[in-house]
């Protein structure tokens, strides 16, 4: 069977990219369904893109690789999409756009585009084999217990990163990149909880604050949740992106307000009250109760000088944690890292030294923050792979 195009993976940036490659395209993916992390994202109502969408919202060795792609496909053309296909959306907070109704919504429209442009879909189907040859490349696929001798001119590695492997992610892509000499940079868990030694946080799961999180390299305000397991919640997410094992991370409580100065101001007004009394109208109780074990809270304002209470401020927004380690891959919405950008080009996403072969989406060292930034990576490089083949 000869097809001009193959592309490894039915997820967000293979199924754009089929959309824009035209007609002669197989799509392969060993799931039962395509776009499955489209379906379960953004608690089932997708969060596609991102408004604010911009180069600096991304990690990668070369901060300026996904400019060009992102720069060609902006989140503007993928609302039109959307809007094409009578989807309706909401903006819920900091730019981020859900569906109103379902994430299957996408999934359908993807898949949808796809037929337009005269695709097709294999699914439940696996790569036995692969060789490179002067015209392309031989692929024996595997489908319904069915071997197929497919060839193909462009080959489009495009199945994703190593997150959530119970969902059918696999390193194939790294694998394949590999194989072909092209580099992959080192790969780790990111936008994922971070855990501590078990009870470091007992008796505040569930609890959830708006924080500011930081270390030296990036810094995020967004809400905080406590869980059994360690912390998690939007702001340890993002920053969980940034933090390596060891390293400590700065939790500042109060992230709106000069704390000191307040402090001083109300030891002034009421200095009868507790320091738990002020702190709960700020904190949810469960907090200051553990904040307590720590911090001598049920003291009275009126007690303590500016120098105690400056030092209490700074316990509070400056709370300096050491995370024992991440919830890795078994729930980490992404993976940092991935096929070396140096070994792209930054405008087609193919292979510098393999023509033919592309790689696009989560597989490249091109991580996104929270937010929907990552399916805007997924739509712009498919569709930057898709025109260019
Ligand atoms: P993607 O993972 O979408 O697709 C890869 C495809 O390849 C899959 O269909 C898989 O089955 C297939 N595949 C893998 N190995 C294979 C093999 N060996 N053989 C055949 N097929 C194979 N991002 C965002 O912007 N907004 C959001 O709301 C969310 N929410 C979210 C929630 C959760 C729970 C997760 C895990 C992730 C998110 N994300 C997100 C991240 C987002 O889902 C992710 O970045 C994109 O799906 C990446 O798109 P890709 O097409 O690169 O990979």
Redesign the pocket.
Known sequence: MNYETVI?????????CAAHAGPGVLV????R??????R????G??????LHTGPDNFLSANPHFAKSALTRYTQWDFIDLVNRHGIAWHEKTLG?L?CDGS?KQIVAMLVAELDRAGGTLWLQ???RDLAARESGFDLTLEREGVRHAVHCRNLVL????K??PK???????YDIATRFGLRVTETRPA?VPLTFPEGRFAGLAGVSCPARLSNDRASFDEALLFTHRGLSGPAILQLSSYWREGEEIAVNLFPDLDLPTHLREQRRREGRRRIATILARYLPARLVQHLGTTLPLAERLADQSDARLAQLAAALTDWRLTPSGSEGYR????TLGGIDTAALSSRTLQAHAVPGLYA?????DV??W?????????WA??HAAGTAI
């Open positions: 490894l993976g039915a997820g967000a940036a293979g199924l754009m392969v993916d060993h799931a369904a395509p776009g499955e992390k489209i379960i994202s953004g608690g109502r997708c969060n596609f893109t991102n981020q859900f994430a189907t696996s790569l495009a199945t994703g990163g997150s959530i969902m059918g992610a696999t390193g194939l892509a936008l729930t980490a919405e992404v696009i989406g989560e597989a490249v991580t996104g929270l937010g929907g930034y990552n399916f805007q990576w997924a490089s498919g």
